[in-house]
Every structure is written in C-alpha cells, then in structure tokens.
C-alpha cells in the first residue's frame, strides 16, 4: 500500500469522525434552544429520575405555541410516567384558567405517587383528571370530538400503539393535533415490538383526514374537517371519488363531476399511487410532475395546487 493512499484514508477517516461528532454533538440552534427550553424552566422543583421528554420534544413551543392560553383547551396524555411532559403543558400552552388535562397510565410501582407528588407541587392539581389503567379501555370511556391536543406515549408495541390513535383520532376535535413519540424508536427486537410501523399504517388509513405537521423522533398530525364522508371514498384536493358509484364529487357540496368512462379509469389509476404518496412531500412532487393521468385530470379539475 503506498503512503499516498494510507494518507487518503487517514484524511477520510479524520473526515466521518468529525463529522460524526458534530452530527451528534452540536444540534442546529434551533433544536438545542428548545431542548434547554423544555428540560431547564420549571417553575417548581419537581422530582424525575428521566428525562426521555426535552430532546424529542424540542418543537413544542413552536408546534403548540397558537395552543397557549386559549380558553377551554382540553389536553389528553397518555402515558405520563412522572409527568414531565404534562407539568411543561399545564405551564406553558394550558394557562388559562378553564384550560384542562386528562392524563391516563397504568402506574407501575411506586410512579402513580411521584406522578402525584408532582402534580401537587405545581399547583394544578385540580385541573388534571388521572384515570388508572389501560388506555385500550380508558380511551373508550371518553367523549368523543373533546380534545384540542392528544399526546400518545404509551406502550410501545405495535397493535397498543395502533388501538390508542384509532381511539384518540375520534376523541380529537377537527383541527387539534395528535403527537406521537418515539417514531423512531429502536429495539432489538421484531417490528410488533415498534412504534413506527403502527404510526405508518395510522397515516396510510386516515390520510385523507389528516395534515403531517412533523415526523422527526415525534409525529405530529392535524386532524382536518374536510374529507369525503361516503363509506368507499378516496379524497384527492376538493374532490371525493365514489368507488361503488364511480362518480367524483365535491367534498364541500356533494356536488357530482361528470366524468368520461375514459376520466373514470385514468381517476381510479391515478388515485391507486396518489393515496400511496399523498403525506410525503418529495414522493407527492414527483407525483404531480410525472403521473400522466393526474396531469391530464388536472388541467380539467384543478385536482391539486
């Protein structure tokens, strides 16, 4: 090996190191602002032995920032361990006086008397509704359509986290948002043992119902008010396609589109990618750009901006 060569690897080895470590040591500013935000300013000296809140959470103050101080705002969590999350809303975005939690966990231990412990030491005490158990059941007892922000952090298992945002998404009122942690979770284990595929699956059924605000470590969703009610429907833009009567309507009116058998078929064509690629932005550009049949629909329909 000549020494040109060993040279070249020295560099490029020097090279991915450093870049390693400013990958994970120096976080934009942005982020590690945030993380000082959530993790430092408390207002009270509460008790936790873990912090798995700040460095996921980093952009709550900016996600729920048109959340803080509205009257009447309703936050459901679950999973709330020592209640590190929970004590940064009640201080920070549930501020106002009729603002309310409901807060849900099986409390292994000794956990429901430091979450407690907490919780009164903030002096929020009686905002917050504690309900002991599993969400699976607890979820069911709720009003549906009664929350503005729902927070799910749970068990991680597949089908739990799959059952809590079926179960959250109705209880969430339109325009309120649903997060997720750990997206991007990994354990040495089988995908049933992971949030991410469940989160995945979540987004492919109730895409047509939802806005993908961020999907980083956490995911967060909008929950929208206008999509297609019809029991088979796929809704592309202001239009809902009925695949039992193979008609196109307008979400808005329910006013039908006549379409050719020709606009039918290239209709059902196009909506078979659509649907796969509406919630990623880069999959969605090459979509819009490449898809014959939505181009040619689109100069007739205005399908998409």
Not at 113 to 124: C, E, I, Q
Request: hydrophobic share 40%; charged share 25%; aromatic share 12%.
């Amino acid at each position: 090996m000549t020494s040109r060569r060993i040279l070249l690897w020295t560099i490029n080895g020097v090279l991915l190191i450093t870049l390693f470590f400013l990958y994970f040591h120096y976080p934009n500013d942005r982020r590690r602002a945030s993380q000082q935000t959530l993790a430092a300013r408390y207002r009270k000296p509460y008790k936790f032995t873990d912090d798995g809140f700040s460095a996921n959470a980093w952009h709550w103050p900016s996600t729920l920032a048109s959340f803080k101080g509205k009257p009447n705002l309703q936050y459901l969590e679950i999973g709330v361990f020592e209640g590190r999350s929970l004590l940064w809303m009640l201080e920070n975005i549930l501020t106002d006086p009729s603002s309310r939690a409901t807060a849900i966990d099986i409390f292994l231990g000794d956990l429901e008397d430091r979450f407690v412990a907490n919780l009164s030491m903030s002096g929020f005490r009686e905002k917050v509704r504690i309900l002991k158990g599993r969400s699976q059941e607890e979820l069911r007892g709720l009003p549906l359509r009664s929350f503005d922000i729902i927070y799910v952090d749970g068990s991680h298992r597949a089908k739990d986290v799959y059952v809590d945002a079926a179960l959250s998404w109705g209880l969430l009122k339109t325009g309120g948002l649903l997060i997720f942690d750990d997206y991007l979770y990994v354990l040495n284990g089988p995908l049933d043992q992971r949030p991410k595929a469940s989160i995945d699956a979540f987004i492919l059924a109730f895409g047509d119902e939802l806005e993908i605000v961020l999907k980083d470590y956490q995911v967060v969703l909008q929950k929208k008010g206008n999509f297609c009610r019809r029991y088979h429907c796929s809704t592309i833009g202001k239009y809902g396609y009925d695949w039992v009567e193979r008609k196109l309507y307008e979400i808005t009116n329910d006013k039908p589109i006549p379409l050719s058998e020709r606009e039918k078929l290239a209709m059902e064509r196009l909506l078979h990618v659509y649907v796969e690629v509406r919630n990623d932005k880069k999959a969605l550009g090459r979509f819009k750009e490449h898809n014959e049949d939505f181009l040619t629909l689109q100069k007739k329909l205005n399908l998409l901006p």
